[in-house]
């Protein structure tokens, strides 16, 4: 139920969230009085799974437990855990019976005073992922997307600490998914890792400046302003980059985004000792945005393909315009925001789908584990023309850009084994949640190709 706050008490519980106790006591006043605070008597739900929310909560008082629906499939229900997660039963308040998902369900979390919960639906409304129930008696404060939308408006400030915090909540999530897709595949005997080749060349990422590009017209940046994108050149020109341009690798630590705005760059991953392209993104894609808000090493290496034009925003620069609160920073911020809530939420209900389905078999082009060839040196032999990449990425908006397909692969099609169909998926799966702009819609129409293969090369007879 709704309830009221001291001024007292709301300013106080508002200075226990790490990304509120910096601000003075007239901002923790003005933020806590546009909040709605309610009261939960223990046993009580908060909000269930699969309901639409658009909020999130602080938690002032009390304990609430994160429960999800338990699957058929122990698996499947271990994908989307934590350890220690534990079973429970839910009562109902309302005296109604119990439904069989409500009553088998585990806790895989905890909240305390000071911390929050339902963040990702603050800035991306959508069916909540989890149950929230108080363990005991509980105080919250709700702040929902509309308040944050005002906060945006007229309390810029507020509004990059709370979409900061959802950014640091959302990596570290991230990560966790990470983990545990990279345990499944483990589990299957699925090799990734870094590889030094001559199919890839040293970091190369040194271009001429190139100031022939609209902004305006890039997919990624419509909607800001020209004073905003003009921001946004000081620190990040436009430059220009050759064939093979190599803007980063897999494995190294990030700090910087990529924008491409003319031509286009490939998505490699090493996987089984083999370079794969795992996607083909066009003029209007941004790529590595995680890097920005997260020094994780890169999911994958970005290289040019043909020519492009691109703008490199670094951490610092970014954080700098941040600080400085300025509209450009702010609404690039939410944009990241926005993107990754949609691709964990994506990734993790496709992850739970993969490991608890039953074998499938598709016919797709087979992947053979032809040597990568080296250039200049006599009797190497020609990479394989393995599956072609991904049809499109893009960023939320409407306005995606699309990706290139290659010319099909020339070898003939064979059934594919699970085993092969999941590596597929889970190593895709895997770099798409760092490299956001890579699209989990089709993730099951998903093919690679070696990057040899995407210049022509064929295999040998």
Excluded at 268 to 286: D, K, P, Q
């Amino acid at each position: 139920m709704t309830t009221r706050l001291h001024p007292d008490t709301m300013r106080e519980a508002l200075k226990r969230v790490p990304f509120l106790s910096s601000f003075d006591a007239a901002t923790l006043d003005a933020v806590g009085s546009m909040l709605g605070a309610r009261r939960l008597d223990e046993g009580q739900a908060l909000y269930r799974q699969g309901e639409q929310g658009d909020s999130m909560m602080i938690v002032v008082s009390g304990r609430l437990a994160v429960r999800v629906r338990s699957s058929s499939s122990p698996r499947a229900t271990a994908a989307v855990l934590p350890p220690g997660g534990e079973r429970s039963s839910l009562p109902r308040m309302d005296g109604a019976q119990q439904s069989s998902q409500e009553t088998d369900e585990i806790e895989v979390a905890a909240v305390y005073p000071g911390e929050v919960v339902g963040e990702m639906a603050c800035v991306d409304p959508g069916p909540r992922s989890a149950s929230v129930v108080a363990t005991k008696a509980s105080q919250v404060l709700e702040l929902s997307r509309t308040t944050l939308r005002t906060f945006l408006d007229h309390a810029p400030k507020v509004a990059v600490a709370v979409v900061g915090a959802v950014i640091g909540l959302l990596a570290r999530r991230v990560r966790d998914t990470n983990g545990r897709i990279e345990a499944e595949m483990g589990r299957r005997g699925i090799t990734t890792g870094c590889r030094v080749t001559a199919a890839l060349p040293p970091l190369t990422g040194v271009g001429q400046e190139d100031g022939r590009v609209d902004l305006r017209q890039v997919a990624c940046l419509k909607g800001f302003s020209n004073a905003e994108l003009e921001a946004l050149v000081k620190v990040a020109p436009p430059k220009s980059y050759g064939d093979g341009t190599v803007l980063c690798r897999e494995g190294e630590p990030g700090d910087s985004c990529f924008i491409v705005a003319k031509g286009v760059v490939i998505i490699v991953r090493v996987v089984a000792g083999m370079e794969r392209v795992m996607a083909v993104l066009e003029a209007g894609s941004l790529v590595g945005q995680m890097a920005l808000v997260d020094r994780s090493p890169r999911s994958a290496t970005v290289c040019v393909r043909g020519e492009a034009v691109v703008l490199t925003l670094h951490q610092r620069a970014f954080g700098q315009l941040l600080s400085n609160v300025h509209p450009f920073a702010v609404k690039f911020q939410e944009q990241i925001a926005v993107a990754g809530t949609r691709q964990l939420r994506l990734a993790n209900q496709r992850f739970a789908g993969l490991v608890e389905r039953s074998p499938v078999t598709a016919t797709v082009p087979a992947v053979t584990t032809a040597q990568v060839a080296t250039p200049g040196r006599s009797g190497s032999p020609a990479p394989s023309a393995g599956p072609a990449p991904t049809r499109r990425s893009g960023p939320p908006q409407s306005s995606r850009p699309h990706s290139s397909a290659p010319p099909p692969s020339p070898l003939d099609p064979r059934p594919r084994s699970e085993d092969e169909r999941m590596a597929d998926m889970l190593t895709y799966m895997q770099t798409a949640l760092g490299e956001w702009n890579m699209s989990l819609e089709d993730m099951e129409s998903v093919k690679f190709e070696t990057p040899e293969a995407m210049r022509g090369a064929r295999p040998r007879p």
